[in-house]
């Protein structure tokens, strides 16, 4: 027994003496740096440090590593450690920091963790402090100021929308929270609501392809909402800012332990109560909105330090627009019109690193959307569940190879009450839901030519149960002639099923019909991106520029046509092809002076070249799409008093807009902009309190923009004051018509 015990023993003496610690303190000037990254290059090993800049990475085996420690604002700092049998090993290291914060932000973009700066593919990187500058309730509205990309209204009545990226419609965005593609179909609408603004730690924007990591629907580009890990959460915060309209909208949340586990729980509420009808047409100018999302979000510390973390999303909303005197009772009929919608939501995320030697990933996701609809008379009720799997290896090889190898798989259901989910027998119809698996496996090398020169290649196959085999590739390549100036180009291609009735909203307000012409063939696009970086160091400051040049070819593509028949809406493939194309530029001007300044301009050109009967190509630009944009914002911080001032907005150029026969209204929408005032006064203790104006110019559009908003039945259609024949249409819309309102605000944040 005793030389049994000693085998036993022994072994496991062995093992624990080839194990050890490192610790450390991170500073800068004396002061600590709080939350910063720290990991070992090529290992799974890494933590965060504490607020007094403290880390401790445990249970390493020996050998030679390189230690990495990046943090918002600073340079990367590396060093080589050894880490010897049973021992501690002790580090103070002293931060650089950087001019231009966003120089050296950490992303996600790519499945790895790697810096703006070296990153190959071209990715913007946005913090909750940008869009501080304009405080909005929901991350929907708050992207109006970020070049390039455009919160479009899709309906004047109940506001609903989508995100346009350089003039690519909603469905061509893909809205991922952690990764996970679990915002689509019905929750377009309202992926982007309700979540707390306290939750967030960045937002990536992605301009053009990126199906090889994320699937068929990141076709014109990709939007990866963060979530903060519960360690780098405050244990208690809130932010509560109301309107001169009386919206009120309040961010809470709290930070626990409970024995391995570190937990943050969030709650967001909005809610808007009071119709107001400026534009005298008896329909309410913003939808009136009581929505409450609760979030939390739980992460586990494992002795291998390997990431392991699960979150839940829960959404209720209840929100309506229409005519002034509407109450709840008249919903569905036809007497008092609005637009009514129940929705009901919830998600679940996690990750999970497997206990293994190589880093090896798993990732999951399941939403489930519950929609109860009643558009004027007619109702819509739907049902969408998805599940998302993912399987995937990070391996570096001699740090010129990163690869990432993976496998995935995603569940759609979607069920509603239309024609779209309703069998081919017009006898005896029944419902049949539209369910699909699609499985895919994909794979990415970014290699390390040299110090100046990387190269990223991926693939990735799918398999639609509807379409067959899918072949998506991505190729992107990165020149640096220096630290401070980087040339990127990509190539990539997307592929797309319409789920129609998800995401044509049109449908179902107004008298305008839906109309499949004939059956839907997917679409396939080709994308090609050029982009420019330069960092400069002057004496005054700091300045960043950037500018792209993008080309998106679409074969196959579905479009709607409101043109040919002014009650209907049209369905049909292309017999032809469309393009979207254009260039943007951005600038940002960082003074030693306490100003800061950014402006941004985009220039596109969007169409479709189809064939008409007598078989010529005709040329047609994209509706709702505008040909030149802008955003601009000022920053001024009086240091002495802590008092900061925001200035931002933006600028649209016409876009075509959708008409009828013999429509009286332009073709085209004017210039317009929106500009917002904020001033900040922050004390210590962490508290601030802001206020400022929204609309400046107070623009809003014209007050016909519902064609006949007095009949919104149509029961008076042949009536001799409407010699034209219009029926009621709310899609004439391009803009909110909420004018100028001042806002107030506070915001709390207690470390422990």
Request: net charge neutral; charged share 20%; with cysteine.
């Amino acid at each position: 027994m005793r030389l049994l015990a000693l085998f036993i023993i022994f072994p496991s003496f062995l093992l624990a003496q080839t194990k050890g610690t490192v610790k450390g303190i991170i500073k800068v000037d004396k002061e600590a740096v709080s939350f910063a990254n720290v990991g070992l290059t090529g290992t799974s090993y890494g933590t965060a440090s504490s607020e007094n800049g403290k880390f401790i990475l445990e249970n390493i085996p020996t050998g030679k590593y390189i230690l990495q420690i990046s943090a918002i604002g600073f340079k990367n700092f590396k060093k080589s450690v050894e880490i010897k049998p049973n021992e501690t090993t002790t580090i103070q290291i002293e931060m650089e920091k950087m001019e231009h914060q966003l120089n050296e932000v950490v992303i996600t973009g790519t499945l790895k963790e790697v810096t703006l700066m070296e990153s190959v593919a071209p990715i913007e990187v946005y913090t909750p402090k940008f869009f501080m500058k304009n405080p909005t309730p929901a991350l929907f509205e708050s992207l109006q100021i970020v070049n390039g990309v455009r919160p479009q209204l899709n309906c004047g009545v109940c506001n609903n929308g989508d995100i346009h990226i350089n003039g690519m419609e909603g469905p061509y965005t893909m809205i991922t929270i952690d990764g996970m593609p679990i915002v689509s179909g019905l929750a377009t609408v309202y992926g982007l609501n309700g979540i707390p603004n306290s939750m967030i730690e960045q937002m990536e924007i992605v301009k053009g392809p990126a199906s090889t990591l994320y699937g068929s629907e990141a076709v014109g580009g990709l939007i990866n909402v963060i979530t903060k890990t519960p360690e780098k959460t405050p244990d208690f915060s809130f932010d509560v800012f109301t309107t001169s309209w009386l919206e009120v909208n309040t961010d809470v949340s709290t930070k626990f332990k409970l024995k391995k586990t570190t937990s943050v729980l969030g709650v967001n509420y909005f809610n808007y109560a009071i119709p107001i009808d400026n534009n005298g047409d008896n329909f309410t100018d913003v939808t009136l909105q009581d929505r409450i999302s609760v979030f939390n979000k739980w992460s586990l510390d494992r002795k291998s330090n390997k990431d392991a973390s699960i979150a839940f999303r829960y959404i209720y909303e209840d929100r309506w627009g229409g005519e002034m005197q509407w109450e709840p009772k008249f919903r569905g009929g036809d007497s008092i019109y609005g637009e009514s919608i129940y929705t009901s939501r919830y998600e679940i995320i996690g990750k999970y690193q497997l206990p293994t030697k190589e880093n090896l990933f798993t990732s999951f996701s399941y939403s489930n959307h519950n929609q109860n609809s009643a558009y004027g008379a007619t109702p819509y009720f739907a049902q969408q569940n998805i599940a998302f799997g993912q399987l995937y290896w990070d391996k570096s090889i001699k740090e010129i190879h990163h690869l990432t190898l993976g496998a995935a798989v995603r569940y759609n259901y979607y069920d509603d009450n239309t024609p779209a989910t309703q069998n081919t027998d017009t006898i005896n119809p029944k419902n049949k839901p539209d369910a699909y698996i699609l499985p895919g496996i994909f794979a990415q090398d970014e290699y390390s030519i040299d110090e100046k020169n990387k190269i990223l290649l991926g693939i990735r196959f799918d398999h639609d149960s509807r379409h067959g085999y899918i072949t998506t590739p991505r190729l992107a390549y990165k020149f640096s002639t220096s630290e401070k100036q980087h040339f990127r180009a990509s190539f990539g291609s997307g592929y797309r099923v319409v789920n129609l009735f998800t995401e044509e909203h049109a449908a179902f307000s107004g008298a305008r019909e839906v109309v499949v012409a004939n059956r839907l063939n997917p679409e396939r696009s080709y994308n090609v991106n050029l982009s420019w970086q330069q960092f400069i160091n002057t004496n005054f400051g700091f300045i960043n520029f950037d500018a792209s040049l993008f080309y998106t070819y679409f074969d196959n593509k579905i479009t709607p046509d409101y043109l040919t028949d002014p009650s209907k809406i049209i369905y049909d493939n292309l017999d032809g092809f469309a393009v979207s194309q254009g260039m943007s530029f951005n600038a940002h001007l960082d003074f030693k002076s306490p100003i800061k300044l950014m402006f941004g301009a985009t220039l596109l050109d969007v169409f479709q070249n189809n064939r008409d009967e007598f078989g010529r190509m005709v040329r047609e630009d994209q509706l709702l799409t505008e040909k030149v944009s802008g955003t601009f914002g000022v920053s001024y911080k009086f240091l002495k008093s802590n008092i900061k001032i925001d200035y931002s907005g933006n600028l649209y150029g016409p876009m075509k807009l959708p008409l009828v026969e013999n429509d009286f209204r332009p073709a085209y929408s004017p210039w317009y902009s929106i500009q917002n005032i904020q001033i900040t006064k922050t004390f210590n203790k962490g508290w601030e309190i802001y206020g400022g104006i929204k609309n400046l110019l107070n623009f809003t559009p014209p007050k016909y923009s519902i064609l006949r908003a007095n009949d919104p039945f149509d029961k008076n259609v042949n009536s001799p004051d409407n010699p034209n024949g219009y029926t009621f249409d709310p899609t004439y819309v391009y803009a909110s018509n909420q004018g100028i309102r001042g806002f107030i605000g506070v915001r709390y944040q207690f470390f422990n």
